[in-house]
């Protein structure tokens, strides 16, 4: 496999998996959605690494800067998901 094709296809991984992660939201997985948050973050940590120019990497830094927002999107969704939870869970109490 050509490396370009096989970074590149490493950035779109970062799609599947806020899709997996907001699937498992709704089925109140909440521990699989960190574990999937911590794998994003780490394919991200790894591609951010890769310093070449653009022709050789096949737009690797422009995939990886949409990778970035897709990343930190993702991360609000599954913050103000866990606070709403816990928030609910918190108004049952009083009841």
Not at 24 to 47: N, P, Q, V
Not at 59 to 75: F, I, K, N, P, Q
């Amino acid at each position: 496999m050509d490396p370009p094709a096989y970074l590149n296809g490493m950035a779109e991984v970062i799609g599947e998996l806020r899709r997996y992660i907001l699937d498992a939201l709704r089925r109140d997985e909440t521990s699989r959605c960190e574990e999937l948050m911590e794998l994003m973050d780490e394919i991200y940590g790894i591609l951010v690494t890769v310093d070449f120019p653009e022709g050789v990497t096949g737009g690797l830094r422009h995939s990886t800067d949409a990778m970035r927002g897709v990343l930190e999107r993702t991360r609000g969704d599954l913050t103000i998901s866990l606070q709403q939870r816990r928030l609910e869970r918190r108004l049952e109490g009083l009841t």
